[in-house]
């Protein structure tokens, strides 16, 4: 079988399986490139860091953003993915009629305990294709933030690998700085 033959699927029919119930809504799934791809199980460290991560935004971003854990957003007729955090641009109905398209996407992050080659690898493509201009990937495992910029659809131009010593601004609220050690379990524990 070739990739030819492969019938990818749109995200129209996609929420349609949800909507008549061949895909159930808890399952853990999502939609890259028309395929539905499992999810990784959440493991503490990724809860926890998720947590922290959410934590410092709100408290760096407060009004200025809309922050999202675990929902969907739509890049394009063929990918739906569900990343751990999206910081979106404040929608008066919060998205209620519709999923944040790459337009309302300020940054999105994906925390990765076990799925560090995935989230660099083909989920970094997609959204770089898509046009997300700020693109993160914190691996508590070895403490590094992955942070990916200038989308083009060959990939992400800028990849840079930070340690947790060092500090980050988000692209589009370049004032607002924090360490990378802040979204991760502190080293005295």
């Not at 959440?42 to 934590?55: D, F, N, Q, S």
Request: glycine share 4%; proline share 6%; hydrophobic share 40%.
């Amino acid at each position: 079988m070739t990739l030819l033959d492969i019938r990818l699927l749109t995200v129209q029919e996609y929420d349609l399986m949800t909507e008549i119930g061949i895909l159930d809504e808890d399952e853990r799934v999502e939609l890259l490139a028309g395929q539905i791809v499992n999810k990784a199980a959440k493991t503490p460290p990724h809860c926890a860091a998720v947590k922290r991560t959410m934590e410092l935004l709100q408290k760096s971003l407060g009004s200025w953003v809309l922050l999202s854990i675990h929902d969907a957003v739509r890049l394009n007729n063929y990918s739906e993915p569900e990343p751990d955090i999206s910081v979106v641009i404040p929608d008066p109905l919060y998205y209620e009629d519709h999923h944040p398209t790459p337009s309302e996407i300020y940054l999105i992050i994906e925390v990765a305990d076990t799925t560090v080659r995935t989230d660099c690898g083909i989920k970094a493509k997609i959204y770089a294709e898509s046009g997300i201009s700020d693109y993160w990937v914190l691996d508590v495992n070895n403490r590094q933030l992955h942070v990916f910029r200038e989308p083009s659809q060959d990939g992400y131009q800028s990849r840079v690998v930070l340690g947790d010593d060092a500090s980050i601004s988000p692209l589009r609220f370049p004032d607002f700085c924090f360490f990378v050690s802040e979204m991760l379990r502190p080293l005295s524990y």
